[in-house]
């Protein structure tokens, strides 16, 4: 028998609804290799960034571009008429065969200026044949502005939604929604395809601004043994020790946080007073969440580790 020894291999599994075969007389069976997979690195920094709330706007500005595309397709147009223009249905107008439907202006005025060839201009205005994206609109916008300017927090903000459910179901009851209805249709809001760009466009590039720019100087960043912040432009960071820090997320606003910010939350860290009592906050964190539980085990892989 050979006295060189054997490299040792990889047993292949057998194929299911077979029997492996026992190993011929004489020869050395396989020893099987068993590989284990390597561990994960330790988390060694995190960085998490706050929000100004601007990045609750973007209801805004989305309804903008849907409008004004709505309002493109739609084609309808708006005439701007003097006082006392008068609406005519079916009359009978020079160079047309069949009734038109016609304005009639009052005399020694005009619809339209004219043009260089001396005829009048055409109506332009891109605008819906209804007014319920103007009315939606300016609800949207209302809600947004309120929603992220005014915090309610924890129990008051469900107090909140459960008094808005309640308003809803009893104007139900008593059979008031059509009066509101007749009342909101009676605000006849419109605003052509243009005015809905003049909206959406700038604030949508403001918004990309400064969610990657201006949102991006405000920060914390969970390091190995410390922690820095900064939570001012221009600012100066702070730099604490990570050691005795408590890291927690302050309580919901169910408007804000659930119904515009998809999750995010507000961020507090401190000390406690015997250790410096040092603290910082950091608003409208994304997905703060996944990142709460990132950052505690890796202080905690920090405290065993130390």
Same mark, same amino acid.
């Given at each position: ?28 069976? $396989? ?33 903008? #571009? ?6 493109? *397709?739609?084609?309808?147009? @708006?005439?701007? *008429? ?73 129990? *008051?903000?469900? +107090?909140?939604? !459960?008094? !808005?459910?309640?308003?809803?179901? /009893? ?29 959406? !466009?700038?604030? #949508? !590039? ?26 001012? +432009?221009?600012?100066?960071?702070? *730099? ?32 406690? $007073? ?23 085990? @890796?202080?905690?892989?920090?405290? /065993?580790?130390?």
């Amino acid at each position: 028998m050979s006295s060189e020894p054997y490299a040792a291999s990889a047993v292949v599994p057998a194929p299911p609804g077979t029997v492996p075969l026992p190993p011929v007389p004489g020869t050395v069976a $396989s020893v099987p290799v068993v590989f284990q997979p390597p561990a994960p690195e330790p988390i060694r920094q995190i960085a998490v960034y706050g929000h100004s709330n601007l990045f609750y706007f973007w209801p805004v500005w989305l309804v903008c #571009f849907v409008f004004a595309g709505i309002t493109y *397709v739609d084609g309808y147009r @708006m005439a701007v *008429v003097p006082e006392g223009t008068t609406f005519e249905r079916s009359a009978q107008v020079q160079g047309f065969s069949e009734p038109r439907d016609v304005l009639v202006v009052p005399a020694k005025n005009h619809l339209n200026p004219k043009l260089n060839d001396g005829q009048p201009a055409q109506p332009g205005l891109l605008v819906s044949r209804g007014n319920n994206m103007g009315v939606v609109f300016v609800a949207t916008l209302l809600l947004v502005i309120v929603a992220s300017t005014v915090t309610l927090r924890g129990l *008051v903000s469900v +107090i909140a939604v !459960i008094l !808005i459910i309640l308003t809803v179901v /009893v104007l139900a009851l008593l059979g008031l929604w059509n009066d509101v209805f007749a009342f909101v249709g009676g605000l006849d809001i419109r605003m052509n395809a243009g005015g809905y760009l003049a909206i959406g !466009i700038p604030l #949508f !590039i403001a918004w990309i601004l400064v969610l990657t720019i201006y949102d991006r100087q405000h920060y914390i960043i969970f390091d190995a043994g410390q922690i820095r912040v900064c939570q001012e +432009i221009g600012d100066s960071e702070l *730099v604490m020790d990570s050691g005795g820090v408590v890291v927690e997320k302050k309580r919901n606003d169910v408007f804000r946080h659930w119904l515009l910010g998809f999750g995010s939350g507000d961020l507090k860290v401190h000390k406690p $007073s015997g250790q410096g009592g040092q603290e910082a906050e950091l608003d409208n964190v994304l997905g703060i969440g996944r990142k709460l539980v990132v950052i505690n085990k @890796m202080l905690q892989e920090k405290q /065993v580790t130390s």
